[in-house]
């Protein structure tokens, strides 16, 4: 058969994602790796600089995504598959992007681990994140804040005389456009994906690239790559050069064996072909190879003890096989942002597909030899010179302009280009995507202010750009625009200012609380505890005497009562913060997240045996992250007792 690129619907069990957090993210959601002299000890030269190069302060612009459940209800995704005699490959262009599935066909083998739910986990730079399938991580260490975003999708003409799927989007956490293209040549066991960055700009950018394929945890699966050494990470310790296969006492390229969650970011030498496979017990699997730019492997385990166990069942169901990732990118490890100047770009052709080779060899005691029948099997199946001249050929498509019209991305990229007049050929940003988040924005570049709000909403998002807060600095000096610009300016780390801003919009502000809650975040950082209780609870007040019916305002009472009861509670101030809780709407008060808020007002009001009752009767915390607030951290300061093991992650 011809290969074919159509659309198509999936049917899983999906848990609500819920409306973005209207709170702009004024610090990560978890902490973001960045410039650390203990993590650099020890790693070459070029590695330790990048690790310090670039960091995110925040995850602005993108609006948190922390508003999920876990209450799972058939839900039927919009898909795309690609298709020829050999490989059939499910894509979710409204999910990032994400390859679902990679299914062989004539030996009937899924590749990769499909998850059988869409559980969204608060894992990623943006809130919400899921596991499974091929995933493409950009924008800063970290899972990618565009695991639920839209990607525009169309047909594209593939270098064979076929059809081929372009995904793109505007990624904003570096404000840079990028592009996929996927297609199957006629009767090819493997999925090429030309991949392409874009610095459009006048200054040089970071960027972060990883290629995550999520892979059965199987006893006999073993990850071999053409390395003897990796950097090894976990637990919060910086990386330490091991060898491979084996270190400390044990053999470490078999993830089942593994007990503890942990990173190996193979030491790849520079001749040597890039990729990276995960072969069962029978010598059979999935490799995936690339062109020499996306250089780096790694393997990252959940870990196989019943503490990872226990994370990787809530990410799924209990009952689904044990997942690993292994991992390509443009870096030797993931700390690392790689400098792109501008008007230049990165791009590197991957490709997916089964791999079969001796499974003695393959499991034997000799790494050199398993690495080397792997590598032949490889080369047997695709020729590295053939994924080089893949490469090639697809340079020539990748200018092409889309065709039909498969998905709709956002409009943060048609905002971007209006604004910077970019040429982007192949991939256009239509001004017909603008929505009603761009539209205060559109006027700003046009005409020099943001409007009015023609009713009381929330504020919308915030740009935090340099060219943005520019325009910012210049524009009329109202409360609105104070607001957003202090937004920018504490991104950018003048903190200082950013107060300023936001103490000037305050004093004319008809809406007061979303400056308020920005001043209380700030003397909440800064260690002033009194002050920061005082202004959440006046910004609360505000916000409840404000509010109205509907999605936005139910987040915004969500997100800021939880930020108040917790800045109430670390001032030693039980009675205020069950002022808070009671101006939160019944609904919101009944969720899991808001259950362990309880427990732990409770257990400040001394009274234990309430607290203790919250948790007998049973809840789940949608967007468990970790920290003093987790269950079993509340658990502890009520009871001496085992944490249960609803609430016990390790």
């Known amino acids: 058969m011809a290969t074919t690129v159509r659309r198509a619907a999936l049917t899983l069990p999906a848990a609500p994602l819920g409306p973005e957090n209207p709170l702009p993210g004024l610090r990560p959601l978890g902490r973001v790796p960045g410039p650390q002299d203990r993590a650099r000890q020890g790693l070459p030269r070029d590695t330790a600089g990048r690790t310090g190069y670039g960091p995110l302060r925040t995850h602005l612009p993108v609006r948190a995504l922390d508003g999920f459940g876990r209450e799972r209800a058939e839900t039927e ?33 899924e590749l990769v681990y499909r998850n059988p739910v869409l559980q969204p986990v608060d894992l990623g730079l943006g809130g919400a994140w899921f596991s499974g399938g091929i995933e493409w991580n950009t924008g800063a260490t970290g899972r990618a804040a565009l695991s639920f975003a839209p990607l525009h999708a169309a047909v594209v003409p593939a270098p064979d005389g076929g059809e081929m799927l372009r995904l793109w989007e505007w990624e904003r956490l570096r404000d840079l456009p990028f592009q996929l293209d996927l297609w199957l040549p006629a009767d090819s066991d493997f999925l090429y994906v030309g991949v392409r960055v874009r610095n459009p700009h006048e200054r040089t950018v970071p960027v972060h690239w990883w290629s995550h394929t999520t892979v059965e945890e199987n006893e006999g699966t073993r990850i071999l790559a053409p390395a003897d050494a990796a950097w090894c990470s976990g637990d919060g310790k910086p990386p330490a050069r091991v060898p491979v296969p084996r270190s400390e006492g044990a053999d470490r390229t078999y993830p089942a064996r593994g007990e ?28 995936q190879t690339s062109t020499d730019l996306l250089g780096g492997r790694k393997l990252f385990l959940w870990g196989s003890g019943a503490d990872g166990r226990r994370r990787q069942e809530w990410l799924t169901e209990p009952g689904t096989p044990g997942h690993a990732e292994i991992q390509a990118g443009l870096a030797r490890i993931q700390q690392e942002h790689v400098p792109l100047e501008p008007e ?29 029948v792997a590598e032949r099997a490889l080369e047997e199946a695709l020729p590295r010179a053939a994924v080089d001249a893949a490469y090639t050929a697809w340079r020539a498509h990748a200018d092409l302009e889309p065709g039909e019209t498969l998905a709709t991305g956002s409009g943060w990229g048609a905002l971007e280009v209006l604004r910077g007049g970019f040429k982007l050929p192949g991939t256009p940003f239509p001004e017909s995507t603008l929505t009603e988040q761009q539209e205060p924005w559109l006027e700003l570049f046009r005409g020099g202010s943001l409007p009015t709000p023609r009713k009381v909403v929330p504020p919308g998002p915030s740009l935090v750009a340099p060219h943005w807060r520019d325009m910012l600095e210049t524009a009329p000096a109202e409360p609105l625009t104070e607001y957003h610009l202090g937004v920018a300016q504490w991104h950018a780390g003048d903190l200082a200012q950013a107060v300023r801003s936001w103490e000037r919009g305050l004093q004319l502000a008809p809406s007061r609380w979303p400056l308020l809650r920005c001043l209380a975040f700030a003397d909440r950082e800064a260690g002033q505890r009194e002050r920061a209780a005082d202004l959440y609870a006046e910004a609360f007040a505000d916000l409840c005497e404000e509010r109205r019916e509907g999605e936005q305002w139910t987040a915004a009472s969500a997100a800021l009562g939880r930020e ?87």
């Not at 020829?84 to 083998?109: A, F, M, Q, W």
């Not at 949608?622 to 093991?645: K, M, N, Q, Y």
Request: overall charge negative; some cysteine.
């Open 260 to 287: 503890l969650s942990a990173h190996y970011s193979y030491d790849v030498p520079e001749q040597e072909r890039k990729w990276i496979a995960a072969l069962d017990a029978t010598g059979a699997g999935l490799v």
């Open 344 to 372: 230049a770009e990165f791009s590197w052709l991957e490709a997916y597909g089964p791999l079969t080779a001796d499974a003695r060899a393959v499991h034997g005691d000799d790494w050199g030899a398993a690495r080397a």
């Open 564 to 650: 108040a009861i917790e800045a109430l509670l670390a001032a030693g101030r039980p009675a205020q913060a069950r002022t808070v809780w009671e101006g939160l709407r019944p609904a919101t008060r009944a969720t899991g997240r808001f259950r362990l808020v309880e427990a732990r007002l409770l257990a400040a009001e001394g009274d234990r045996e309430a607290a203790r009752a919250v948790f007998d009767e049973c809840f789940e915390v949608a967007d468990l992250r970790g920290g003093p607030t987790a269950p079993d951290e509340v658990w502890a300061s009520i009871t001496d007792e085992p944490a249960p093991d609803a609430h016990d992650f390790g």
């Open 77 to 109: 995704i919009d898909t795309v598959v690609i298709e020829n005699d050999r490989l059939r490959v499910t894509v979710l262009p409204g999910l990032g992007g994400r390859i679902h599935s990679l299914h062989h066909k004539p030996t009937g083998r």
